[in-house]
């Protein structure tokens, strides 16, 4: 136990002194790393904006109260679109994860090679946000709802792929050496021993997937992916701030639906 | 296990007849078929209600792979100044926006646990909580943007917000689940309430504090790439001119950049969490 001896009292010290430097040091440092950091972003500043802050805060939200309730029911059919961009392309997302996964499972891929490469999928497409695919799909594809349900998709693949090959290499071994000394091929071993081990898992993960979505869904609009956010980009290049604060009060509202509904989902499967 | 051998006999005997079948994943046979109809019910609905422009499509198929074939021949060199601004900026908006909005997150996760706030305290953390998580972070900026003006700051505000929400949540969350007994102990020696945090609870939320934190790290790098989009600074700004360009070779360049940073924040915090725990 480190102990320091203060006029011949010993005093108990939870570290030893080096261990206690050390951390010392490391906080030190990572306090000189934020200073640089801070001193380039603050050379990028403009801090003459800053001083009227306080005003454009005060403004904006003055004119975002009360919200403009007389465009709710243009908004309806956009909210529609954005739960058709977000459940079509967790489908998606999930058709492709889900070979993908068992390609990327140690213990099911095939071979080493396949599952570098499924894993590289995986890493890729978790790395890059929704909002980035649907500028790019936009520009493919056309604006308009696709480029949502494929820019979702694309995102959930990753997601859904790595939590469900983590799933796959924590099954129990039992069932599996079980099923294939009945002589079982493979895919009737990852049929019938695989598959109901990893089934709740795959379907909490994908509520939850299609509940994350249902968020990321309402902004693809603002780079013209369709949805709802398409009405919210429309109200706030024309600093209409009432339409927006009601797109955002619709956008709430949804956003606790959903997660009303994937905690429903996840509390019976698992 | 519990089924009586009068319930087992008929799936028995289809065993021995060759013509077993797995038992169905939901059990309930009206809510199995009520869920298959209402599948079959949305699909209709889904058919008639989006409308897409397959002939735009079609024409954007040799762009889709003019983008795919870009992937091999990436460019990092025609545009390498404006990448490494965005990515010095997209960097240092994510540690200092991370750092921030950890201090801020641990008071407001300390005051949103229920074992040790006070019941007003804690409803007033769990709806600063609850305002940050709901909104996408390019929403929260999209606001930030219009108060503090274009650049960077803007996009720190944003991050450290996003993250408090986060962060707060899931401490608070380690907080209810620590051990009562070290906790207990620390307050019998008559610890003042900052020894008891730092003695009895700290030691117990520090290992998992560290890995969330660097996670979040992570999450933080990616979302700068996206708040560019609306004039917050980092990397984003120069993905996006380059893809309304349509100068795909630099914007694969840019997008394995991104993908090798997190992956390199992947392995580095894979190795840290080994060495804390």
Known sequence: MPIKIVNDTPIWQRREPLQQRLIWFGYFLALMLFLLCWKIISDNT???????????????????????????????????????????????????????????????????????????????????????????????????????????????????????????????????EAVSSTGAGRMQVLAYSVLPQIMPAFAGITVYRWDINIRESTVLGLVGAGGIGLQMNAAINNLAWGQVATVFVLIFATVIFSEWVSAKVRHAVI | MSQSPQLLEPRLLAAKSGSWRPKPKISNASLRWG??????????????????????????????????????TPDFI???????????????????????????????????????????????????????RTFQEIIIAILFVAMFGFGPLAGVVTLAFATIGFMAKLLAEDIEDAQRDPMEAVRATG???????????????????????????????????????????????????????????????????????????????????????
């Open chain 1, 46 to 176: 403009i801090w003459e904006f800053l001083s009227d802050a306080h005003i454009q805060a005060a403004s904006l939200i003055g004119r975002m109260i009360p919200p403009d309730w007389s465009i709710t029911g243009s908004l309806l059919l956009p909210l529609w679109d954005t739960l058709n961009i977000a459940t079509v392309g967790t489908a998606l997302g999930v058709l492709i994860a889900f070979p993908l996964a068992f390609l990327a499972a140690r213990n099911t891929s095939p071979h080493p090679s396949l599952r570098a490469f499924a894993l590289a999928i995986i890493v890729s497409s978790r790395s890059i946000n929704a909002l980035i695919w649907a500028i790019l799909l936009v520009t493919i594809v056309g604006p308009g709802l696709l480029a949502g349900m494929i820019a979702i998709a694309l995102r959930s693949i990753g997601f859904v792929g790595k939590l469900l090959y983590e799933a796959i290499e924590e099954i129990h071994p039992t069932p599996v």
């Open chain 2, 35 to 72: 869920l298959n109809a209402a599948v079959l019910v949305y699909l209709v609905l889904l058919y008639f209600s989006v409308d897409i422009n397959w002939s735009r499509v079609a024409q954007g198929m040799d762009r889709g792979l003019a983008f795919m074939g870009s992937f091999l």
């Open chain 2, 78 to 132: 025609s545009r390498g100044g404006e990448i490494a601004i965005g990515l010095r900026e997209s960097l240092t908006m994510t540690f200092a926006a991370t750092v921030i909005g950890i201090l801020l997150a641990i008071p407001v996760g300390l005051g949103a646990a229920r074992n040790i706030a006070p019941t007003p305290v804690y409803f007033f953390c769990r709806a600063i909580i609850a305002l940050s």
């Open chain 2, 191 to 277: 610890a003042s309430w900052l020894q008891w945090i730092n003695y009895a609870v700290q030691p117990q939320v520090m290992p998992r504090l560290i890995g969330l934190s660097l996670y979040r790290l992570d999450i933080n790098f990616r979302e700068s790439a996206v708040i560019g989009i609306v004039g917050a600074g980092g990397i984003g700004a120069t993905l996006n001119t380059s893809i309304n360009r349509y100068d795909y070779d630099t914007s694969a360049a840019v997008l394995l950049v991104i993908i090798g940073i997190v992956l390199m924040s992947e392995y580095l915090s894979g190795y840290v969490r080994k060495w804390t725990a």
